[in-house]
């Protein structure tokens, strides 16, 4: 399910422990059910129970470990903006596709405004990026692509911020 596909009733279901939940979880994935569980204010099961209902009802999409790209060598961080005369259902599924099968791209989003799509790219190099770049422009006619490289990460959190109920 896309994130305009979720509707703003779906969010207001989730109580007051259930945000809570979510908050821990996405500070650390690796806690302990029971350790969940004290931080919340519940005991073990009933616990389990509403992590095992948030996961089914896809709120809870996965858990997994965040690694810095630096050390594992990919220290180049890129947004590419993408324009595109064409913006037919075909073009864009086949753009989508291989932009999506294309293991560089971190994020990629569909915009609103000057530019059509937004990547967030991710390499070990100069030279990794280039070949990335002759393999994006080579998928599908576009009209224009523009990198900007980051210099520094200044924020960066994986944690959203989980309202409180009204």
């Not at 180049?76 to 064409?86: A, G, H, K, R």
């Not at 086949?94 to 932009?99: H, L, N, S, Y």
């Not at 994006?136 to 200044?154: D, H």
């Amino acid at each position: 399910m896309s994130d305009a596909a979720i509707a703003p009733h779906e969010a207001r279901r989730l109580d007051a422990i259930d945000r809570k939940i979510l908050a821990v979880l996405q500070e650390d994935a690796s806690l302990s059910v029971a350790e969940i569980g004290e931080r919340v204010g519940l005991s073990s099961t009933p616990c389990w129970k509403r992590i095992q209902r948030l996961e089914a009802e896809d709120i809870i999409l996965r858990r997994v470990a965040l690694v810095d790209q630096n050390k594992i060598g990919l220290g180049i961080t890129v947004f590419v903006s993408v324009e595109s005369s064409d913006h037919s259902e075909n073009w864009l599924k086949t753009f989508a596709d291989a932009v999506s099968a294309m293991p560089e791209v971190m994020e990629f989003y569909r915009m609103a405004g000057d530019v059509d799509y937004m990547l967030r790219v991710v390499v070990a190099d100069m030279q990794s990026y280039d070949a990335f770049y002759k393999k994006l422009i080579s998928t599908v006619a576009l009209k224009n692509v523009t990198s900007r490289f980051a210099m520094e990460k200044i924020k960066s959190v994986t944690a959203l911020p989980v309202p409180a109920l009204p």
